[in-house]
């Protein structure tokens, strides 16, 4: 499978304890970015990477959250002393400026914090 | 004013219905304009773009109006597979903040036999 890839699935934590996601773009694109969805909304900017650079964090990103992408590929996101209200699907997505810049996303990470 | 507006739904149709939904945006400023197909407890996949002198996708017909700052989308001869929730989504630019997408809430469309 060459699609955008994200692990794990699901993690349960109890609250205050710190967890990490990773996403794994579509090997060609260059763009990576983070979304949250919760029940009932759409997803909502986190942040956004061209190659290793970080460039855009959104105001949701809170300083508990810290994300990085070291070597242009592969991305992982944690969040510190996590709270209930973290609970949330998180979504990477990847796209190729070079191409239509059509972002896919993975399947996402779906977190739930007791 | 939430900056991707849609119908709040849910979609209850038959099989064959004709369907469309309709969703606002704010920023004037938006330069592309996307719909999503999103099933239940799985990632958003690109439906279509949505280009401003419209265009179509076998049974999927969506529109543009720049001027209103609104798009649509028409789902005719509905199937059980259609079932799903659509998301409205537009983009500022390319890159950084601009590149990023806008969702709406989403319309849960329900197709039933």
């Known amino acids: 499978d060459t699609g955008v890839s994200q692990d794990p699935r699901h993690k349960i934590t109890k609250r205050g304890q710190n967890v990490t996601f990773r996403c794994d773009p579509i090997s060609e694109h260059n763009r990576l970015y983070w979304y949250r969805q919760t029940l009932g909304q759409g997803p909502e900017f986190l942040t956004y990477f061209q190659n290793e650079a970080q460039l855009e964090k959104s105001r949701l990103l809170s300083d508990r959250f810290s994300a990085e992408r070291p070597k242009g590929s592969f991305s992982t996101l944690e969040i510190q002393r996590t709270e209930q209200g973290d609970s949330a699907m998180y979504l990477c997505?990847?796209?190729?400026?070079?191409?239509?810049?059509?972002?896919?996303f993975g399947p996402g990470t779906r977190l739930t914090v007791l | 004013r939430k900056e991707v507006e849609q119908d709040p739904g849910p979609f209850n149709v038959p099989e064959g219905a004709t369907v469309a939904f309709n969703c606002t945006y704010s920023?004037?400023?938006?330069?592309?304009f996307f719909w999503y197909r999103q099933d239940c407890r799985k990632e958003p996949k690109l439906l279509m773009s949505?280009?401003?002198s419209g265009n179509e996708d076998g049974r999927f017909t969506a529109q543009l109006n720049r001027a209103s700052q609104y798009i649509s989308l028409l789902i005719r001869d509905s199937k059980l597979s259609d079932s799903a929730t659509y998301l409205c989504?537009?983009?500022?630019?390319?890159?950084?903040?601009?590149?990023?997408?806008?969702f709406g809430k989403g319309t849960k469309l329900s197709v039933k036999p």
């Open positions: 997505a990847s796209s190729d400026p070079g191409g239509a810049d059509t972002q896919y």
């Open positions: 949505v280009y401003s």
């Open positions: 920023n004037s400023a938006s330069q592309s």
């Open positions: 989504v537009v983009k500022l630019g390319y890159g950084g903040s601009q590149g990023n997408l806008i």
